[in-house]
């Protein structure tokens, strides 16, 4: 099987609050003044292979590139009402644990978005990772695409709660257990771990609730380059919403909150819903 790099960076880490897992500010930074919206549109197709295909599906993207991103569009995006795109948070949040975390997807988005009844609803990345003491990790995210950064905080919180209950817990082991690729990382260990003889003790302990909040920001509308005092505004923000999840979130559960500071998710839409329609 090819083994297919990641595409490269644009998003640049500007702030973070540093701790086992730290809670990050992502910026595709100003250019000529302006933030650059245009190009995280162009971006987020560099990773569409990656979020919605398969490992052998993306081989094709070798001789049928074009081909391969109608695919993935036709997988991922909601074609019925291209006015909601909900989808660029999912991407957002893929490529940012990805490149930032070092995760890896090891169930197509095409199965965990499939369900069986509406418990299972909160899932916009399943992502493994092996962390520095060798136990698995398990990073089950929720992204939000907002134009008011309250309001997108106070959505995912309400998405993210079913994560650590026994009810979704069964539903995901049920769903997602057998779906597992044979080529994934840490195939066995996820074999096991999945397994309905497996406690879900031992899920519970590996979680990682990865938080993306994307929405619209004054100091990001109101600034032209990545000054001390936009780099100021936006950690000041990152820290309000750590501390808002963490007032809420058990004690137990671990989550890394990932902030993209946008000008207006209106021209991100709309530059990434030209693009979609080019390839249907």
């Not at 999840?245 to 209106?266: M, Q, S, T, Y």
Request: aromatic content about 10%; hydrophobic content about 40%.
């Amino acid at each position: 099987m090819v083994s297919f790099p990641l595409p490269a960076k644009l998003l640049k880490r500007i702030a973070e609050i540093p701790g086992e897992r730290d809670s990050i500010v992502l910026c595709p930074d100003f250019e000529m003044g302006t933030w650059r919206y245009r190009q995280l549109a162009e971006h987020l197709f560099d990773w569409l292979p990656d979020v919605a295909l398969r490992p052998k599906e993306r081989e094709a993207f070798l001789f049928e590139p074009s081909k391969t991103l109608a695919r993935s569009c036709r997988r991922l995006f909601d074609t019925d009402d291209p006015s909601k795109r909900g989808e660029v948070g999912e991407i957002l949040l893929h490529a940012a644990c990805r490149q930032e975390f070092g995760t890896a997807p090891f169930v197509a988005r095409l199965f965990y978005k499939m369900r069986t009844n509406d418990s299972v609803t909160s899932v916009d990345v399943v992502h493994v990772l092996m962390n520095e003491e060798g136990q698995l990790e398990l990073w089950l995210g929720e992204a939000k695409l907002y134009d008011d950064v309250q309001a997108a905080r106070y959505k995912a919180l309400a998405s993210v709660e079913p994560l650590w209950s026994p009810d979704f817990l069964t539903e995901m082991k049920a769903l997602i257990g057998p779906k597992i690729d044979e080529h994934a990382p840490y195939e066995r260990e996820l074999a096991w771990l999945f397994e309905e003889e497996t406690s879900l003790d031992q899920i519970i302990k590996r979680i990682v609730v990865p938080i993306c909040i994307a929405a619209d920001f004054d100091a990001t509308k109101l600034s032209s380059e990545r000054s001390k005092e936009y780099l100021s505004s936006v950690t000041d923000e990152l820290n309000a919403a750590k501390k808002y999840f963490a007032e809420r979130i058990p004690a137990e559960v671990n989550f890394v909150v990932i902030f993209i500071p946008l000008d207006c998710k209106g021209k991100l839409e709309s530059a990434v819903n030209r693009r979609v329609q080019s390839f249907l």
